[in-house]
Structures are given as C-alpha cells and as structure tokens.
C-alpha cells in the first residue's frame, strides 16, 4: 500500500536525492514535490484507463443549458472528470450512446439521461492512495520526479534521466491495468467450459436419480 512519503521518497530515489524523514521536513526539494505532487497524479491519471479510477454516474439533462445546434438536451460534466471511457444510454451501460457532442464543460445528447463511465480524480477514487496499485504509485513518483527533477538537483542529465525512468514506469503501469481488465473479462476457456459442463450434466443426473 502505498502513502504521500513513500511516494516522496521514491522519487527522491529516482533523482540520486536522500529520503524525507517526514511530510513536515524542511528544505527545497520538499516544498517541489508538495507543488507539483497533485500534477503528477493528474498526468498518470489522464494517460491510461485504470481501473481502480473508474466511477460511473448517472446525468440527467440540465435545464439551465442551452444544447448545441442538432441536440435536445445539455449535460454537465463532473469536477471530478479526468477522462471519459463511455457514455451509454442505459444504466447496464453495455452499449455506447450512438450520437452525441461534447465541449470543454458539458455533454449534448437526444436523450434524458445519460450514463457516463470516466476516470476521475475524487478522493476515493483516482486520489484515494489506498487503493493505489504499485506500479501506478510507481508511475506517479516517477512523473513527479521528473517534474521536479531540475529543479531539486540543477543537473540536466539526471532530468533526462527521470524523464526516460517515468516514461518506461507509466507504460509499464498501463500494460499490467490493462492485462488485468482482460483477464478480468475474459471469455472462459475450452477446457474449463467442458469441465463446466461435465459438472452441470452430472448434477443433473443426480437430480434425475433422487
């Protein structure tokens, strides 16, 4: 489980720095990581689908908006939106909603409701650590290390360092949440299907027998 100064200090590690002692420590390269901390999870956050950050809401059509031209309702965007996986028009959310536009704050769709699946950075989800899986806590201490980089070390070589190391940790990060969305909704396999079957028919044997 990963907390706010273990994710310091990995950074720090990232940039040849020594560890905090603490969040309250004195000095530069604290006060760089607390301004650019929030920034660097907003970044990993928008690059990648997580899991663990997606939320889905339901949006009724606000009648203060005026829809764009060619639509009949107007949506307003969550403040907790980073970036959208799907809009449906059903709450099963199994079906993506055919036709709609978006600008900077809303969505413009032809039905009263929508049913919006996103990444968001609310406490408990895209900022809850807690629920932070490794690799991305990794991902995020290195993308805040090369925020910060420069400025803590004045060294352009170890920068370029932090900028390559936090580019490999968040491919890395994404691979291993997407391998675990496919594994999660994978089809069952031949083998298992049969012995499935096999069981199912057997207890329906024993059913017919008693």
Known sequence: MADKLSVYNEALRYMSQRSLASLTE??????????EYNNAIDDVLADSLWNFAMKTVEISADTDLDPVFGFQNAFTRPDDFVRLVNISDNEAADTDLPRFDVDKDN????????YVKYISNDSAY??????WPRPFASAVAATLAA???YEITGD??????CIVIARDKLSAASRLDAMEERVKFSPMGSWAQSRLSGRRSASTRRGVRD
Not at 26 to 35: C, M, P, Q, S, V
Not at 156 to 161: G, Q, V
């Open 26 to 35: 004195e000095g530069k390269a604290r006060r760089a990581l607390d301004r």
């Open 107 to 114: 969505w413009y769709a032809d039905v009263e409701k929508i």
């Open 156 to 161: 352009k070589s170890i920068r370029n360092d």
């Open 147 to 149: 925020h910060t980089c």
């Open 126 to 131: 895209g900022y809850s650590i807690n629920d």
